[in-house]
């Protein structure tokens, strides 16, 4: 390996820790604020299915938690995820948040309760991980594959919360979320295909 490809690498990765860091920073300040300042009023930014106004939450709903168990419960994950997302092209990471965001978002918007309001970065958590478990299938390159397998070991568990389990769990954020992964993972798939002919 060169020098100019190690310093690539090392400027890749300081790059996605920096990503990683203040993304994982906004969820905290948020939820401090939330608790300390609005008393739990900014959840009322979350996505409100079949409201207009409820579709704001498309933005705001995945940096937005339920108390700092919910917040905690998605840390590791998402640094976990977010981090294999990006293991191969950094703007992979951007390109699943945002279509995971909107198809989620979408999905929650049109089929979830009346009157309920959803938040947490769960919808991204299953984002990334439709995206890494389909990634192999789409790209059929060796890395792409033996990342999916990896994620499979180490996470396929969550697949079963895209079930229906237990009240004030966004089952549906879950599974809208994992099917936006799974979209972006055909999309980058189909993109690198258009690049290489």
């Known amino acids: 390996m060169s020098s100019y490809q190690k310093h690539y690498l090392a400027r890749e990765f300081q790059k996605q820790v920096f990503i990683l860091t203040i ?29 207009l106004v409820g579709l704001r939450g498309l933005l705001f709903a995945p940096f937005l938690h339920g108390g700092f168990g919910h917040l905690l419960a998605n840390t590791i994950p ?18 699943v948040s945002l279509v995971t965001m909107i198809v ?18 769960s919808i991204l958590i ?24 990896v994620v499979f070991v180490l996470y396929g ?20 979320g994992f099917l936006g992964g799974i979209i972006a993972a ?7 295909k258009f690049y290489k002919k």
């Open 186 to 192: 055909w999309m980058i798939a189909k993109e690198k």
């Open 23 to 51: 993304t994982i920073a906004i969820f905290w300040v948020l939820e401090l604020s939330d608790f300390f300042v609005f008393q739990g009023k900014l959840d009322n930014f979350g996505i409100i299915p079949r409201n």
């Open 104 to 121: 989620g978002g979408l999905g929650v918007w049109v089929f979830a309760g009346a009157g309920s309001v959803h938040i947490g970065a």
């Open 126 to 149: 299953f984002g990334y991980l439709g995206f890494l478990l389909l990634r192999g299938y789409f790209q059929k390159n060796l890395p792409s594959i033996f990342l999916s397998i």
């Open 157 to 176: 568990g969550f697949v079963w919360g895209i079930l229906p389990s237990q009240p004030g769990i966004s089952w549906q954020g879950h599974l809208f």
């Open 78 to 95: 998402f640094l976990t995820l977010g981090w294999l997302t990006m293991i191969q092209e950094t703007s992979d990471f951007y390109i």
